[in-house]
């Protein structure tokens, strides 16, 4: 995704959360810590994992205080060992409290996409597939998410549905049939936008090669039947320009045999809505 974009996003978002968490205050460190008190903070690997977000868990802080001292350890895409520390910071002990929540939880979370993207990318290594992500990302933290997806050696998709032209199996259904519907497309997408259509049969494929695409995604298929459409797309006239899509049921045992089978991309809805998030600490100690 575009760094762009997830700089002009993130200081809101974070400004929301935390204002989720807050509320009107937090009760129980204005009753207990001094106003005055220093402390400092450590953020710590629990076990082995992908690191990611460790910047917007400082900024999260940052926002509470913005005295914060701050010293990196290691950096979004390095991978840690469990007992090694990512970050410290040095500052308000009362916002090092306040704001410990949402830094820990969005740092697990974007850790645990890292992660198991990594793992993707690492078992389609030496095939020349990719490993995407899709749309199916928690509302409100898409921008964080895919972000996460790259760290760990991933490519965005679509951001949203403005990105390019997907004709899905609901859109074909809707239009009563994929020629219908990628007519429909056709005639009032604007051309800059990639055009891509799903299939899910050898026949439909055949249907779709009938017109100008950019991508084809071949779904729920196995891994059989997604190396004959390879071919079919391949010894198409214009085989050799469009991109060769698959999805639907990829785990890690058996998407090797998915790249294998020639596809240019493989989107995994699971990296983003199904990833677990890994276990971190932020330790903190008075000053």
């Not at 076990?47 to 914060?68: F, M, R, S, Y």
């Not at 921008?143 to 199996?169: C, P, Q, S, W």
């Not at 469009?242 to 699971?270: C, H, K, P, Q, Y």
Request: aromatic share 4%.
């Amino acid at each position: 995704m575009p760094l762009s974009l997830l700089q002009t996003s993130r200081r809101e978002a974070l400004k929301r959360f935390l204002k989720e968490d807050i509320g009107q205050g937090d009760v129980t460190t204005l009753a207990i810590v001094p106003p005055d008190q220093q402390a400092i903070g450590h953020f710590v690997a629990k076990a082995p994992l992908v690191l990611a977000g460790i910047d917007l868990a400082i900024e999260a802080l940052t926002l509470l205080d913005k005295g914060l001292a701050v010293k990196s350890r290691h950096r979004d895409g390095d991978d840690l060992c469990e007992g090694d520390l990512a970050a410290s910071v040095r500052g308000q002990a009362r916002a090092l409290l306040t704001g410990e929540r949402v830094a820990t939880n969005l740092l697990q979370r974007l850790c645990g996409i890292a992660t198991l993207t990594r793992r993707f990318v690492e078992a389609v290594c030496g095939t020349q597939a990719k490993i995407l992500d899709t749309r199916k990302t928690t509302p409100g933290l898409r921008v964080f998410e895919k972000y996460a997806v790259t760290v760990g050696g991933g490519i965005n998709h679509r951001f949203g549905l403005d990105d390019a032209v997907l004709v899905k199996d609901n859109h074909i259904r809707l239009a009563g049939g994929i020629c219908t519907a990628i007519e429909a497309a056709r005639l009032h997408a604007s051309r800059s936008h990639r055009f891509e259509v799903e299939v899910t049969t050898l026949t439909e494929l055949q249907e779709a090669l009938q017109y100008d695409l950019d991508a084809v995604l071949l779904d729920n298929m196995n891994p059989d039947m997604v190396r004959e459409a390879v071919t079919c797309v391949r010894d198409h006239e214009s085989g050799s320009k469009i991109v060769v899509e698959a999805s639907g049921g990829m785990t890690l045992d058996n998407v090797r045999a998915f790249a294998e089978a020639g596809v240019d991309w493989i989107s995994i809805g699971a990296l983003t809505h199904a990833a677990p998030a890994v276990d971190m600490s932020f330790k903190i100690h008075p000053v």
